[in-house]
């Protein structure tokens, strides 16, 4: 069967800390891998997206690795902050065009205590 | 940078009553639209696909009798959940990607709760 998974449902880390979160999917092949951060009582705000092709982005604090063969992204927040506190949000792009609806992990709590 | 909205942000309702969650592109046009719902811990999962000018296109599981979807114009989209139970309580999210981008831009939501 087709899964997503967030292997962590919370993450708990201390300020300045790289907190590292994980998403692994199986029978998929998506395009591209979309990370979102999503606020308690909030809809999600897109961060990043990797194409398959790509092994790792970049922008600022964040990174995100892709590794098709293992199934995996791989999310960083480098130096933590408390206002980095809130629910991470992996999304599947499997269509070859623009415009296709998401397929949406359950998220990871990351709490940054100061 | 590209905006959606949602109105209303909260809505209690009786039993077997309608609502209507409105979606709004505000700063560009989308042809597109996807409505979402999402349980308290749990991911989103699409309901339905919203096209400007045509009919919705509903995932599995969805009962398009049920969540009425009308996409008016480019930068509007509906949702009409009809004669709604409590197990429609949920939070409503609407999302549009915006012209070839493959990233998709949420609106803030919307809390249903049916008592």
């Known amino acids: 069967s087709q899964k997503i998974e967030q292997n962590s449902e919370a993450l708990n880390i201390q300020e300045g800390k790289t907190a590292t979160l994980t998403c692994n999917y199986t029978?998929?092949?998506?395009?591209?891998l979309q990370w979102y951060r999503q606020d308690p009582g909030r809809g999600p705000v897109f961060l990043l997206l990797?194409?398959?092709?790509?092994k790792e982005k970049r922008k600022e604090r964040l990174k995100v690795t892709f590794d098709t063969t293992l199934k995996q992204s791989l999310f960083h927040i480098t130096a933590s902050q408390p206002a980095d506190s809130a629910t991470y949000l992996c999304?599947?792009?499997?269509?070859?065009?623009?415009?296709?609806?998401?397929?949406f992990g359950k998220g990871t709590t990351l709490s940054v205590s100061s | 940078g590209a905006v959606v909205s949602q109105h209303p942000s909260w809505v209690i309702c009786k039993s077997g009553t309608s609502v209507k969650i409105e979606c709004r592109s505000l700063?560009?046009?989308?042809?597109?639209m996807f409505w979402y719902r999402q349980f308290p811990k749990q991911s989103l999962m699409l309901m339905a696909t919203?096209?400007?000018?045509?009919?919705?296109?509903?995932e599995q599981g969805v009962e398009k009798d049920k969540f009425l979807i009308n996409h008016a114009s480019l930068t509007l989209s509906t949702l009409t959940v009809t004669s709604a139970h409590p197990e429609d309580s949920s939070f409503y999210i609407c999302?549009?990607?915006?012209?070839?981008?493959?990233?998709?831009?949420f609106g803030p939501g919307t809390r249903l709760t049916v008592t």
């Open positions: 999304a599947l792009d499997t269509s070859n065009q623009a415009g296709t609806a998401l397929i």
């Open positions: 990797i194409r398959e092709n790509e």
């Open positions: 999302s549009a990607p915006r012209g070839s981008a493959r990233e998709q831009y």
């Open positions: 700063d560009f046009q989308a042809t597109t």
């Open positions: 919203s096209n400007e000018g045509s009919k919705a296109t509903y």
């Open positions: 029978n998929y092949s998506p395009a591209y």
